[in-house]
């Protein structure tokens, strides 16, 4: 079955940068788009990024843009998210989706499958 695993998060101070990383399997990862999402204590859970199936094309957050890099590894059937200059309200829950549609789209329900999220926090 198709199983996506989040890894990566952690506690990280405001400024800092990380990365998440997301590692597929069961599905041909390379004919996916990609994209994640992030859901912080009491808000709804919302577009962070996208990518297409292979790679060339990338959408953002306006919340995020310039501060994070979405990328996927096809070798590895691994999505990555490089998260730089930190902030508090960075703080949430990052999930990893796949859309067998091959183009990223911000809409959650145009995923057909999900990680289990990994936690990220900022302290300020």
């Known amino acids: 079955q198709v199983q996506l695993v989040e890894s990566g998060g952690g506690l990280v101070q405001a400024g800092g940068s990380l990365r998440v990383s997301c590692a597929a399997s069961g599905l041909s990862f390379s004919n996916y788009a990609m994209g994640w999402f992030r859901q912080a204590p009491g808000k709804e859970r919302e577009f962070v990024a996208a990518?297409?199936?292979?790679?060339?094309?990338?959408i953002y957050a306006d919340s995020v843009k310039g501060r994070c890099t979405i990328s996927r590894d096809v070798a590895k059937s691994t999505l990555y998210l490089s998260m730089n200059t930190l902030k508090p309200e960075d703080t949430a829950v990052y999930y990893c989706?796949?859309?067998?549609?091959?183009?990223?789209?911000?809409?959650?329900?145009?995923?057909?499958?999900w990680g289990q999220g990994t936690q990220v926090t900022v302290s300020s």
């Open positions: 990518i297409n199936w292979n790679g060339a094309s990338t």
């Open positions: 989706a796949a859309d067998r549609g091959r183009y990223g789209s911000p809409r959650q329900s145009g995923y057909d499958y």
